[in-house]
């Protein structure tokens, strides 16, 4: 599901996602398979810079409809037990898979180039968010549309960064889609460049970057994510994944109450602010 290898003399790691049947769609295999092969670019002393690619016609269509599938990993973050019920295992697995991974991805102290294609659905979003550089072909094209899902975007929040305010939240309210030049006109996409010309453009910005020495690299980045933090990105990126399992909560009651489970029977009535107690009779 996801390959790994270093080219121009073990400089830049290039790694793709490879599950193109099911157009690079995350499931908890490539999850972990990705986090590998990143930790290895990240611990490799040669590599001072990762491309991140996918094949087949599309980079990636989000989270795997179909659930995120058995496959034993051991977690990489102690936030609490996933097997647990309610929305707490929820919550643990989501805050695991999503959060946190692509926190960790965002973190890796050497520059990272994601270089997109065709679709780039919601989750897929996210696993471009994570790196320092966007290239996306001219036939590339971008959406969110998971407030159809009764949440308020996708886990890894960075659309008030990426798009602007007021974008953002067009985007998130319409689940529009955007092209390659709209998002390049926004900000969110460096380069756009034709389909047949997508590697070659990335691996030789890759080959500049790598030219460059490792150590001012990394001060280079962590000089500019200090500043998303300083700006609030971390807290803020935290409360809206509160927000998302506000969202989740309420469409499982939602459902329920559909099979006629209603677990706020009283809800529909009228109510005060405060109800004081019934007299003694």
Known sequence: MVTYEEVDDGAIAVIT????????????????????????????????????????PHFS??????????????????GGSDTRGGAEGLMAYEEESYLH???RWHDIPKPTIAVVQGNVIAGGLMLMWVCDIIIASDDASFRDMTV??????????????????????ELLFTG???????AHRLGMVNHVVPRDELNDFALAMAGRIAAKPSFSLKLAKLAVNQTLDAQGFQISQQQA???QHVGHAHTRAEHLRETGIDMFPGADRPRRAFEPPAPDA
């Open 17 to 56: 996602l490879d599950r193109p049947e099911a157009r690079n769609a995350q499931n908890k295999q490539m999850t972990y398979q990705l986090n590998d092969a990143f930790t290895r670019a990240a611990r490799t002393d040669s590599v001072k810079c990762i491309v991140l690619a996918a094949n087949g």
């Open 61 to 78: 269509a989000g989270h795997d409809l179909k659930g995120p599938g058995q496959y034993d990993a051991e977690p990489i973050w102690v």
């Open 176 to 182: 529009d889609v955007i092209d390659a030049a709209e």
């Open 101 to 103: 991974m692509c926190r």
């Open 241 to 243: 994944f509160g927000l």
């Open 148 to 169: 159809e899902f009764g949440v308020n975007g996708v886990e890894w929040f960075n659309h008030p960064w990426e798009f602007g305010i007021r974008k953002a939240k």
